[in-house]
T-cell receptor, first 113, second 110 residues
Framework: GQQLNQSPQSMFIQEGEDVSMNCTSSSIFNTWLWYKQEPGEGPVLLIA?????ELTSNGRLTAQFGITRKDSFLNISASIPSDVGIYFC?????????????FGKGTKLSVKP | NAGVTQTPKFQVLKTGQSMTLQCAQDMNHNSMYWYRQDPGMGLRLIYY???????DKGEVPNGYNVSRLNKREFSLRLESAAPSQTSVYFCASSEAMGSTFGSGTRLTVV
């Protein structure tokens, strides 16, 4: 089936550093979503993007919907220990039903205090 | 403010046993989903229900059945569990925006 390429797979950073991760697809999406998952919990929605070129912030998090509609990135500024978790991108196709939300394989973030 | 509630949280089954995973949401969402999460694989859609009374297959439906009992509840049934179904299962619901997930059921089939 269709897949999203999410990178990097994992990151080990120092507290205070900025973080950047991205997702790319061979297909056009009309929606990009970014989720965070903490151990033992389900993913929690961080940011939703609906228009090509859209740049949206949520606190220290900023995400962009790529102009080609085939990619998105998530930046975290001034990381803190509670940013630890797995970050997933997800995309929905044009004309897709509610079921056509495709997830990347995740970026595991570790933050050293 | 419960959101999406899944039961049980943990389950161990023997190969060939059956069980039903329960999911309920209190947000009046039309759409509900079942995903499985395996290491390095991300989340894969098993089945979804766009509205009460309808269900559709996702990416990995084999070995599973679902029932949309009413608007609130969407259950996932394993008729004859296999070791390959060892995974963490997540239920989710949504309207126009992104999905809200439950906290998961960790299933081990031995």
């Amino acid at each position: 089936g269709q897949q999203l390429n999410q990178s990097p797979q994992s990151m080990f950073i120092q507290e205070g550093e900025d973080v950047s991760m991205n997702c790319t697809s061979s297909s056009i999406f009309n929606t990009w979503l970014w989720y965070k998952q903490e151990p033992g919990e389900g993913p929690v929605l961080l940011i939703a993007l609906y228009k090509a070129g859209e740049l949206t912030s949520n606190g220290r998090l900023t995400a962009q919907f790529g102009i080609t509609r085939k990619d998105s990135f998530l930046n975290i500024s001034a990381s803190i220990p509670s940013d630890v978790g797995i970050y997933f991108c997800a995309g929905r196709n044009y004309g897709g039903s509610q079921g056509n939300l495709i997830f990347g394989k995740g970026t595991k973030l570790s933050v050293k205090p | 403010n419960a959101g999406v509630t899944q039961t049980p949280k943990f389950q161990v089954l023997k190969t060939g046993q059956s069980m039903t995973l329960q999911c309920a949401q209190d947000m009046n969402h039309n759409s509900m989903y079942w995903y499985r999460q395996d290491p390095g694989m991300g989340l894969r859609l098993i089945y979804y229900s766009a509205s009460e009374g309808t269900t559709d297959k996702g990416e990995v439906p084999n070995g599973y059945n679902v029932s949309r009992l009413n608007k609130r509840e969407f259950s996932l049934r394993l008729e004859s569990a296999a070791p390959s179904q060892t995974s963490v299962y997540f239920c989710a619901s949504s309207e126009a925006m992104g999905s809200t997930f439950g906290s998961g059921t960790r299933l081990t089939v031995v």
